[in-house]
């Protein structure tokens, strides 16, 4: 688990995966907010996939409304 913080509110974070799978729970205490990305992660033509960016833009979505 990780400590950090979203716009000013602090944040609980787990990331994990294995080769090919990225996962990430992104957790705002304070809100009652919690996010989970899953994803398959590929390196090669497209953008890549990072399931953090993906928890990270949803969160700050739901923060705002």
């Not at 090919?20 to 996010?35: C, N, W």
């Not at 399931?51 to 705002?64: C, G, H, N, P, S």
């Amino acid at each position: 688990w990780w400590l950090g913080e979203l716009n000013g509110r602090r944040t609980v974070s787990s990331i994990g995966g294995q080769p090919g799978v990225q996962t990430i729970g992104l957790v705002v205490p304070d809100a009652d907010m919690a996010v989970i990305a899953l994803g398959n992660y590929f390196s090669g033509g497209d953008e890549p996939f990072y399931a953090m960016d993906y928890a990270v833009w949803v969160m700050e979505q739901l923060l705002a409304a």
